[in-house]
T-cell receptor
Framework: AQKITQTQPGMFVQEKEAVTLDCTYDTSDQSYGLFWYKQPSSGEMIFLIY??????QNATEGRYSLNFQKARKSANLVISASQLGDSAMYFCAMREANTGNQFYFGTGTSLTVIP | DAGVIQSPRHEVTEMGQEVTLRCKPI?????LFWYRQTMMRGLELLIY????????DSGMPEDRFSAKMPNASFSTLKIQPSEPRDSAVYFC???????????????FGPGTRLTVL
């Protein structure tokens, strides 16, 4: 079974609008961490936001927020006030406590911001 | 901090040649990861090390691939012999020791774009 599932291969959003990128995960661990990374066309991987499994509040980092629904095992990324520079691939990832340092990545969602 | 350093940034080689990719993790990080990214397969974890010891190499595609980490500040990924299907971007990432409740994100290098003709 896939550890991380991103069902949206491509998304479009109008500039200044908000967009939600979906991510569901599969784990039997109680302790885990969820991450979102951005990969622009230049190729580098940029860390955006983190949510710990025991965090009661949704993580926020500037225009990024994580809609964490533990019972549904979903960790959707919300980008508010989209900018042209947000056009990139976005990867959801998970670290499980019982596998130590191993990360599991989703297949990514390509976001295009339309002016 | 210079971040994760990878070399070369670009490599073009002919089928059958040996290719060696190099990575210098961030100082103080004790975990190192090698990933391969292609359009067809996305981002794949090839191998990761904890304290210079390979922990999981189940992602290494075949015996042509080998990875070493002789010390905490250096790792290599070698492909011998290389094939056109090995063409991809290879990322190295490093991470601090896992601590309970910590973020412990992975820091990625800029990647090596490998083209095998």
């Amino acid at each position: 079974a896939q550890k991380i599932t991103q069902t949206q291969p491509g998304m479009f959003v109008q500039e200044k609008e908000a967009v939600t990128l979906d991510c569901t995960y599969d784990t039997s661990d109680q302790s885990y961490g969820l991450f979102w990374y951005k990969q622009p066309s230049s190729g580098e991987m940029i860390f955006l936001i983190y949510q710990g499994s025991y965090d009661e509040q949704n993580a926020t980092e500037g225009r990024y927020s994580l809609n964490f629904q533990k019972a549904r095992k979903s960790a959707n990324l919300v980008i508010s006030a989209s900018q042209l520079g947000d056009s990139a691939m976005y990867f959801c990832a998970m670290r499980e406590a019982n596998t130590g340092n191993q990360f599991y990545f989703g297949t990514g969602t390509s976001l295009t911001v339309i002016p | 901090d210079a971040g994760v350093i990878q070399s070369p940034r670009h490599e073009v080689t002919e089928m059958g040649q040996e290719v060696t990719l190099r990575c210098k993790p961030i100082s103080g990080h004790n975990s190192l990861f090698w990933y391969r990214q292609t359009m067809m397969r996305g981002l794949e974890l090839l191998i990761y090390f904890n304290n210079n010891v390979p922990i999981d190499d189940s992602g290494m595609p075949e015996d042509r691939f080998s990875a070493k980490m002789p010390n905490a500040s250096f790792s290599t990924l070698k492909i011998q012999p290389s094939e056109p299907r090995d063409s991809a971007v290879y990322f190295c990432a490093s991470r601090q020791k896992s601590t309970s409740g910590g973020i412990n994100e992975q820091f990625f290098g800029p990647g090596t774009r490998l083209t095998v003709l």
